[in-house]
T-cell receptor, first 112, second 109 residues
């Protein structure tokens, strides 16, 4: 089974801090994604990547950046955390031939 | 723009059948997916429809009508463990998967 691992389950950061959320997948998937999930808003796509060093903006990229230096790792960066970035962050991956995405367990980030 | 609409919540009793509808409006369409998410858990992939018609996987079935921009997830022989949120998602242009807001299904004894 594909495993997508997010480094932290819960995180509390201060306003203005630079925050790194890490995601690693173990099945050599080309495609990786970062979503945030908020009550009543569903899952919204922040950034995605088709391959190493490639990145594409999703629907809500403002305030975020990403890094994909290795195929298995996709990092989400909050350059200067703000309280409105308090959310559940979900990482997912998909192989080229797959229909479904495999999600990690999520990181619940609180910015105070 | 892109949007998906699904009911916010549905309640049904154990053993019953429930249908969760999804209508979508997207630029580019490559298929409709369904995901299940239990409280505090990761979304898990249930089904994918690229062509019109019904796809059956055990107690769950998913339907798509591309001409109507409409699909549904059908859950049969409901069990308590089916209580969860269900999301429809459209794979559009650029390979992006866009999700609906989710339907919270409550199964009562």
């Amino acid at each position: 089974d594909v495993k997508v691992t997010q480094s932290s389950r819960y995180l509390v950061k201060r306003t203005g801090e630079k925050v790194f959320l890490e995601c690693v997948q173990d099945m050599d998937h080309e495609n990786m994604f970062w979503y945030r999930q908020d009550p009543g808003l569903g899952l919204r796509l922040i950034y995605f990547s088709y391959d190493v060093k490639m990145k594409e903006k999703g629907d809500i990229p403002e305030g975020y950046s990403v890094s994909r230096e290795k195929k298995e790792r996709f990092s989400l960066i909050l350059e200067s955390a703000s309280t409105n970035q308090t959310s559940m962050y979900l990482c997912a991956s998909r192989g080229h031939e797959d229909y479904g995405y495999t999600f990690g367990s999520g990181t619940r980030l609180t910015v105070v | 723009g892109q949007s998906l609409e699904q009911p916010s919540e549905v309640t049904a009793v154990e053993g019953a059948i429930v249908q969760i509808n999804c209508t979508y409006q997207t630029s580019g369409f490559y298929g409709l997916s369904w995901y299940q998410q239990h409280d505090g858990g990761a979304p898990t992939f249930l089904s994918y429809n690229a062509l019109d018609g019904l796809e059956e996987t055990g107690r769950f079935s998913s339907f798509l009508s591309r001409s109507d921009s409409y699909g549904y997830l059908l859950l049969q022989e409901l069990q308590m463990k089916d209580s969860a949120s269900y999301f429809c998602a459209v794979r559009g242009g650029g390979g992006k998967l866009i999700f609906g807001q989710g339907t919270e299904l409550s199964v009562k004894p």
